[in-house]
């Protein structure tokens, strides 16, 4: 609700759009999870924990889109962890913070040296200037938290001047 | 999403800081003060960056008990610093943990002079723990008003006195408090009472909610904004204000667009006013003429920071004194005004982004300034010598 302000969203304008999560993912631990954002952690839980830490390494923690038109258009951004640690590493949760993200990530345990993969949606319908977004994943890892972010400038054919 | 905006556009500013025990002393931080009343008023600016920390680099800091705590809105976080700096301890940590807090991103926040802590979420969640981090309860605001908390737009008869209408305003989060009640800025998002389509909005419309802290119900929604936005159509972008509330229960509230500053009572009657305005100030303030999302953005995200407007306002109720902030249309520095008794005493330039936001005579502290990228978090000292 609140986020409705801050965009100019106060009557509800925007929609939100399912993008399509089915690409290739060879060489990546299969299972995915998709779920919607929700105001309490455990509810995007991966629903499992691992006692023993692990080393994550991110391919990229901040995706930019750069200048993109303004439209009802969705954005996926797609991160990449590897793990590079000696045990099992384990997404335990992914929080979003927009309202209209989707997401999607791998629930299974990512094997030494394997890959799993983090998804997020973002309409930018009625959006404008530089947006930025962040999720965060918490992980069985030493480093409890990590911030992933996504940002784009949302131009516009419009002179507002 | 929210306030992040706030942290985007001041990631960017790159300012000499230095560290702890090696602190930069910038003394008269510009050489541009103007002496109004005092000869010998003399500020001195110290930058203090705090420790680093496994932080997201998003949140806000509370001062209390002569200790700087950055509250990690992402990750939950709540990490402790001595008033140089120094790093001293990390308290909760999102989860469900007995030592942890079970919220999604915290929004707001307010540490009271009895060393409770309130956390609160996004959905009218509370999270209160005691003064040894142990966890009290998590609780939820109880709104009352005509319909269920969040289905305010179904409201079918517009009474602005009806709390239904309004919900937190998530975006200028600044909380302050008393012995029984939390003072929270609200606004309203009903879609024939909202600031881009109705002009009683800027009117009526109440700006503040006082949460009672033993039953967590709104106790009342009052206040009311500027009678300057009035001049123009729709200035929803224009339609904040920063507030204080001081030792003898006055609330001092400082308006975007508004040079005086008012000092009112609990129940929102006029004590006192003055002010004058800032420098480097471009007030050609840009309305909006009605429901146009991407013109409002336009506005907020990239007119708004140009344009000359008050960010901040502090009480030293000690030495009578008042802070006020604002932007400059100066990519560099923005401005400090500094009354005494009513009077201006100083306005001086002052680092982008500085709010006064903790006093102890003859220390004044900022809110702070933080850059993402490079993952550091600065605050200001001021000395008054």
Redesign the interface.
């Known amino acids: 609700m609140k986020k409705a302000l801050l965009l100019g969203t106060i009557i509800i304008l925007f929609s939100c759009q399912e993008s399509d999560f089915a690409k290739d993912r060879e060489g990546f631990s299969s299972s995915m999870k998709k779920n919607e954002k929700s105001n309490s952690p455990s509810k995007m839980d991966n629903g499992r924990r691992l006692k023993e830490l692990t080393k994550i390494e991110f391919e990229e923690k901040l995706i930019d889109f750069g200048d993109v038109i303004s439209g009802d258009t969705t954005l996926t951004a797609t991160y990449v962890i590897k793990n590079i640690g000696k045990n099992p590493l384990l997404i335990e949760y992914v929080n979003p913070d927009c309202t209209c993200s989707n997401f999607e990530f791998t629930m299974d345990t990512i094997k030494e040296n394997e890959r799993g993969l983090i998804k997020l949606d973002f309409n930018i319908k009625n959006k404008i200037g530089l947006n930025k977004f962040y999720a965060t994943l918490r992980a069985n890892t030493n480093s409890k938290f990590y911030k992933l972010t996504y940002m784009v400038n949302i131009k516009n054919n419009q002179n507002f001047n | 999403?929210?306030?992040?905006?706030y942290y985007?556009s001041v990631f960017l500013i790159s300012l000499n800081s230095c560290k702890n025990n090696d602190l930069q002393i910038k003394e008269n931080y510009f050489q541009d003060n103007y002496k109004t009343k005092y000869d010998n008023l003399n500020i001195r600016i110290d930058t203090i960056v705090l420790d680093k920390v496994?932080s997201?680099?998003?949140g806000d800091i509370a001062y209390w008990d002569n200790r700087v705590y950055f509250i990690d809105f992402?990750?939950g976080?709540v990490f402790g610093f001595d008033l140089e700096g120094n790093y001293l301890e990390t308290k909760l940590?999102?989860?469900?943990g007995p030592n942890e807090i079970?919220?999604?991103?915290i929004?707001g926040f307010y540490f009271s002079e009895n060393g409770n802590k309130y956390f609160f979420?996004?959905?009218n969640?509370i999270h209160i723990y005691d003064k040894n981090w142990e966890k009290i309860q998590k609780t939820s605001m109880n709104w009352g008003g005509s319909v269920q908390i969040?289905k305010g737009?179904t409201v079918k008869e517009v009474n602005p006195k009806d709390p239904s209408l309004y919900?937190?305003?998530?975006?200028h989060l600044k909380i302050k408090g008393d012995e029984g009640n939390l003072y929270l800025p609200i606004?309203s998002?009903h879609?024939e009472f909202?600031?881009?389509v109705s002009k009683n909005y800027y009117k009526e419309g109440r700006i503040l909610a006082q949460l009672n802290l033993e039953d967590y119900s709104i106790e009342r929604i009052f206040g009311r904004r500027t009678d300057l936005l009035m001049d123009y159509k729709y200035l929803?972008h224009h339609s904040a204000f920063s507030f204080d509330l001081n030792e003898h229960g006055k609330l001092i509230v400082a308006n975007e667009i508004d040079p005086t500053i008012y000092i009112y009572d609990k129940d929102f009657n006029l004590l006192e006013s003055f002010g004058v305005s800032g420098k480097e100030m471009d007030v050609n303030y840009q309305e909006l003429k009605g429901?146009d999302?991407?013109?409002?953005?336009?506005?907020?995200?990239?007119?708004r920071p140009k344009r000359g407007f008050y960010t901040g306002v502090k009480s030293d109720i000690t030495k009578n004194i008042i802070f006020r902030t604002y932007n400059k249309n100066n990519g560099s520095y923005d401005g400090l005004q500094i009354y005494e008794n009513g009077q201006l005493l100083d306005d001086i330039q002052v680092p982008k982004g500085l709010k006064i936001e903790y006093t102890s005579f003859p220390y004044y502290y900022s809110g702070p300034i933080i850059d993402e990228l490079n993952e550091t978090i600065t605050i200001y000292k001021l000395t008054f010598k």
Not at chain 2, 1 to 5: A, L, Q, R, S, V
Not at chain 2, 93 to 96: D, F, K, M, S
């Open positions: 999403m929210k306030k992040y905006f985007f496994e997201s680099y998003l992402r990750f976080w940590g999102q989860g469900r079970d919220i999604a991103g929004d979420g996004s959905t969640d969040g737009y919900s937190l305003d998530y975006e606004y998002e879609p909202n600031g881009l929803m429901l999302i991407k013109r409002f953005q336009y506005l907020y995200f990239e007119d």
